[in-house]
């Protein structure tokens, strides 16, 4: 069984700053890609930034210069510090990481249960 769990999140003003943590737990024999996405009310999930396990990184085109992607390898944990925030960042942020269990099976997507970002004027 494979857990992934957020932290922080919360309330800021536009032009204020938010982290995140995740941490992945269970039975796991690796990591390939972790990432946040996001999901505003009324609209689809969509990527927010990605790592790859070697530390090559990916952004929205909307969150590029503001928000910071990174993540441990030896600890199973991905962080999103979020800066210069925007009302339209408000959403539900989702931890995503690609795991796999064993090493001769192919690689799950696993997701967390997802925390509150709201952002006011």
């Known amino acids: 069984q494979v857990q992934l769990v957020e932290s922080g999140g919360g309330l800021a003003q536009a032009g204020g700053s938010l982290g995140l943590s995740c941490a992945a737990s269970?039975?796991?024999?690796?990591?390939?890609?972790m990432g946040w996405y996001r999901q505003a009310p009324g609209k689809q999930r969509e990527l927010v930034a990605a790592i790859a396990s070697g530390g090559t990184t990916n952004y929205a085109d909307s969150v590029k210069g503001r928000f910071t992607i990174s993540r441990d390898n030896a600890k199973n944990t991905v962080s999103l510090q979020m800066n210069n925030l925007k009302p339209e960042d408000s959403a539900v942020y989702y931890c995503?990481?690609?795991?796999?269990?064993?090493?001769?099976?192919?690689?799950?997507?696993?997701w967390g249960e997802g925390t509150l970002v709201t952002v006011s004027s």
């Open positions: 269970g039975f796991i024999y690796s990591i390939n890609s």
């Open positions: 995503n990481a690609d795991i796999y269990q064993r090493s001769w099976q192919g690689s799950m997507p696993y």
